[in-house]
């Protein structure tokens, strides 16, 4: 229960999950896109197709866990409820290192294996250096990431992958730091600090602006507190795929507590045994945009 109720917004920029089977690589092949179909002339042969190359990227399961060990005494002296406390904080504990590990392909910028360049590059047209603020300036900085995302190409055909910025429910994520400046410039009809507001081109594009943004990504794990990013909804673009190994998403908790075996039989010890399998990897870069601010 506690795996669960954990929020780090990792889901959200998750595009595809699988099912491993066993711990070898995995390829994960994304196919280009096809050019517009031609005319067929009165009488005259469909065109075939021609085959479509495809970018590959290469990943694999990781196994994670630990082994927590309980006394005797300690289960006989104290309250049962700090034991199952324990235990649930391992949830947490996994929930975190999970979401932390689909989080850091994108704070530690990874190389993406698709053109061996990091996913956020100049070559790539998604990394920007402007800080958000709560003014024109940050306003400006917003739309120029958000159009870099919509004139984004599409590999193979080199058509753009477009949209209008509220058609594509971009998302914005930020540090705690940074949360009430992205919730200002989401709620403000008019450009914020500006003499003469004008019209807020972004105004209410992340969400309700008298309610809950919900397309504004807070992230405790983000350690730099100037950095930000844009997302495409990942349904939309690719982004990230994750793998589970035999489809299990959630932890598995085991307990040794057979009296005649093991630790519970030589030293009067309960073990507790927490395992979590996946793998994950950024399958295209072309659904974020990331803001490396000097700090």
Not at 53 to 58: I, L
Not at 131 to 150: I, R
Not at 210 to 219: C, F, H, K, S, T
Request: glycine letters at 8%.
């Amino acid at each position: 229960m506690a795996y669960v109720e954990v929020e780090y917004s990792e889901g959200r920029i998750i595009s595809t999950r699988k099912r491993a089977n066993d711990y070898r690589t995995i390829e994960a092949m994304t196919p280009h896109y096809s050019a517009d179909i031609p005319t067929v002339a009165e009488g005259g042969d469909y065109t075939e197709l021609a085959a479509l190359s495809e970018e590959g990227v290469n990943y694999k399961v990781a196994k994670r866990g630990r082994i927590i060990t309980i006394t005797r005494e300690t289960i006989i002296n104290d309250d049962l409820a700090a034991v199952v406390r324990m235990i649930s904080n391992e949830g947490r504990a996994a929930r975190r290192t999970f979401a932390r590990t689909i989080w850091n392909l994108l704070i530690n910028n990874a190389t993406f294996d698709g053109d061996a360049v990091a996913v956020f590059h100049a070559s790539h047209n998604n990394l920007g250096s402007t800080a958000l603020t709560a003014d024109a300036t940050g306003v400006s900085a917003v739309v120029t990431g958000l159009n870099e995302l919509m004139n984004q190409t599409e590999p193979g055909s080199g058509e753009k992958l477009g949209g209008a910025w509220w058609t594509a429910r971009p998302m914005l994520a930020v540090p705690t730091a940074l949360q009430a400046i992205a919730k200002q410039l989401n709620q403000s009809g008019g450009i914020p600090g500006a003499a003469n507001q004008g019209d807020n081109p972004i105004y209410g594009l992340f969400g309700d602006p008298e309610g809950v943004p919900d397309r504004i990504l807070v992230n405790p794990l983000f350690t730099d507190v100037t950095d930000w990013y844009v997302f495409r909804q990942p349904s939309d673009v690719e982004l990230i795929e994750v793998a589970h190994l035999f489809g299990q998403e959630q932890p598995e908790v085991f307990v040794a507590d057979n009296q005649a075996v093991g630790q519970m039989f030589v030293a009067d010890k309960q073990q507790y045994k927490i395992r979590h399998e996946y793998g994950a990897e950024v399958v295209d870069y072309r659904g974020a945009r990331k803001a490396v601010v000097a700090g």
